[in-house]
């Protein structure tokens, strides 16, 4: 696996590099303090698996650099890992493309974790971020049987409460009432979903699967 870590930060990345070793043995690594490094890096003729950027390095022009890192790197994951848990930061990140937005207050088994459902085409969202008007805390990963099996691969079980409401034909602010979560919240849900399943609107997300029927 070929990995490349921007942060501007050189003890965080020599941690995050020993720490993506456990992810697959024998990864190549490339590093940049900055993002014309990353993006020069990008679009040197190398091939990346894992892209993980952080915000606001020096040169990072805005949640447009996602879009700039997966226009050079269009089969890589890209991944932002950052000290912001702002809801905004994290809807605008995926809104631009990250395939995940991982806190670096994470643990090393949450980042572990993550990276896991990022590579089985999920999305993931940090619960910090989405852990609002008394959502149980969970640690990004499904926990309850979902309808479909292949759903357990790519959305967390939140997702997954999320789109049930959203084939039953409820707005967002019906389901943010029914979950007791901000509408805000239950926007960045949507994104995620849209994201991992493939699609660009509620109707393609609702018929992506078809719903599990029961015995």
Same mark, same amino acid.
């Given at each position: 696996?070929?990995?490349?870590?921007?942060?501007?930060?050189?003890?965080?990345?020599?941690?995050?590099?020993?720490?993506?070793?456990?992810?697959?043995?024998?990864?190549?690594?490339?590093?940049?303090?900055?993002?014309?490094?990353?993006?020069?890096?990008?679009?040197?003729?190398?091939?990346?698996?894992?892209?993980?950027?952080?915000?606001?390095?020096?040169?990072?022009?805005?949640?447009?650099?996602?879009?700039?890192?997966?226009?050079?790197?269009?089969?890589?994951?890209?991944?932002?890992?950052?000290?912001?848990?702002?809801?905004?930061?994290?809807?605008? @990140?995926? $809104?631009? !493309?990250?395939?995940?937005?991982?806190? #670096?207050?994470?643990?090393?088994? *949450?980042?572990? %974790?993550?990276?896991?459902?990022?590579?089985?085409?999920?999305?993931?969202?940090?619960?910090?971020?989405?852990?609002?008007?008394?959502?149980?805390?969970?640690?990004?990963?499904?926990?309850?049987?979902?309808?479909?099996?292949?759903?357990?691969?790519?959305?967390?079980?939140?997702?997954?409460?999320?789109?049930?409401?959203?084939?039953?034909?409820?707005?967002?602010?019906?389901? @943010?009432? $029914?979950? !007791?979560?901000?509408?805000?919240?239950? #926007?960045?849900?949507?994104?995620? *979903?849209?994201? %991992?399943?493939?699609?660009?609107?509620?109707?393609?997300?609702?018929?992506?699967?078809?719903?599990?029927?029961?015995?």
């Amino acid at each position: 696996m070929r990995i490349l870590i921007g942060d501007d930060h050189v003890l965080f990345r020599e941690g995050l590099r020993r720490l993506l070793e456990q992810l697959k043995e024998g990864s190549d690594f490339q590093e940049a303090s900055n993002f014309d490094d990353m993006l020069a890096l990008c679009g040197s003729g190398e091939t990346f698996d894992l892209v993980l950027t952080d915000l606001r390095m020096p040169g990072w022009p805005g949640f447009s650099g996602i879009q700039d890192l997966r226009q050079k790197q269009p089969n890589a994951k890209v991944v932002v890992v950052s000290a912001s848990e702002a809801h905004h930061d994290v809807r605008d @990140a995926l $809104e631009h !493309g990250a395939a995940g937005y991982i806190p #670096k207050s994470s643990s090393v088994k *949450i980042m572990l %974790s993550a990276l896991d459902l990022i590579f089985s085409g999920g999305v993931y969202v940090p619960p910090t971020v989405l852990r609002e008007g008394g959502e149980a805390q969970d640690n990004g990963r499904a926990a309850m049987p979902p309808a479909d099996p292949a759903l357990e691969q790519l959305l967390t079980q939140r997702q997954r409460e999320v789109l049930e409401r959203l084939r039953e034909g409820k707005s967002n602010k019906q389901i @943010a009432h $029914e979950l !007791g979560l901000s509408e805000g919240t239950v #926007k960045i849900h949507m994104t995620a *979903i849209f994201k %991992s399943l493939g699609v660009r609107n509620r109707t393609q997300a609702a018929m992506a699967f078809p719903q599990s029927t029961n015995a």
